[in-house]
């Protein structure tokens, strides 16, 4: 069992690349590099191995957080969709007006 319950497996898996798994996976790729620095390590050059499973962890987790994103803003459409449904004496349409009728009329000043 996940964070995400089993209903949201009906939702489309998010993008390889979205949002958060390019700001997690940068964000682990500079973790990696200052911990090089505050161990007086060259940055770029030592600890490749791990700036790279430091950034892959970092776009995992940021994958898994898109998922769950995605699931709690599809829950929110759902349940906002059933109460309007349900309240429709809330929801009326509104009439329609002409762009004239909403503009005052023009008067030129000289």
């Known amino acids: ?5 089993d209903e949201a497996k009906v939702l489309p898996p998010p993008g390889i690349v979205n949002r958060n798994s390019v700001w ?3 964000l682990g790729w500079c973790t990696a590099m200052l911990q090089n620095t505050l161990n007086r390590r060259p940055p ?11 950034s ?7 994958y898994h957080i898109t998922k769950y994103e995605n699931y709690n803003f599809a829950r929110l459409d759902r349940d906002m969709n059933e109460y309007i449904r349900l309240h429709p004496e809330e929801f009326r349409e509104k009439e ?9 009329p023009f008067h030129p000043v000289r």
């Open 1 to 5: 069992m996940g964070l995400v319950p």
């Open 44 to 54: 770029l050059k030592s600890g490749v191995h791990r700036q790279v499973l430091m």
């Open 24 to 26: 997690l996976g940068v």
């Open 96 to 104: 329609k007006k002409t762009f004239a009728e909403i503009v005052e």
């Open 56 to 62: 892959t962890i970092g776009w995992f987790i940021g």
